[in-house]
């Protein structure tokens, strides 16, 4: 099967950067929104993530990568909810801000810009890259 690319967002105050590299994988659980749901649903081992601090510096901080696919959220009161399991990569060696990936006409197609309160995102393999490049 293809990698798949994606973008996972965190409240640095719910779970940062810094705490999932500590960790070194995480249950990505708590997300309650149903297009993000479809999105962990399609996560397969294996695929690239990038995750963005979406408080304070508004920006791609890091890489991961799907290490378990959908298993049922136990954070979640209701059936259906799902979470998938991240493995930490590593971190950007510069951020890249918001600010840049709006201004980047590569990445004007992206979620991120278009539906920005979406925490689970998918990205095109060219999306992705562009977006690892601009943090080298």
């Known amino acids: ?59 791609v901080i890091g890489t991961a990568e799907v290490t378990k696919p959908a298993f049922p959220d136990k954070t979640a009161e209701e059936p259906g909810w799902v979470a998938v399991e991240l493995k930490a990569g590593a971190a950007l060696a510069q951020p890249v801000t918001l600010k840049q990936i709006k201004a980047e006409p590569a990445l004007a197609g992206v979620m991120l810009i278009r539906q920005g309160r979406l925490s689970v995102m998918p990205l095109a393999k060219a999306e992705y890259e562009r977006i690892l490049k601009l943090g080298s």
């Open 1 to 59: 099967m293809t990698t798949q690319y994606w973008l996972v967002k965190s409240e640095p105050e719910a779970y940062s950067w810094e705490s999932f590299v500590k960790d070194g994988q995480t249950a990505w659980t708590g997300v309650r929104n149903y297009a993000a749901r479809i999105h962990l649903n399609g996560m397969r081992r294996g695929d690239r993530v990038l995750f963005y601090a979406s408080g304070g510096p508004k920006a």
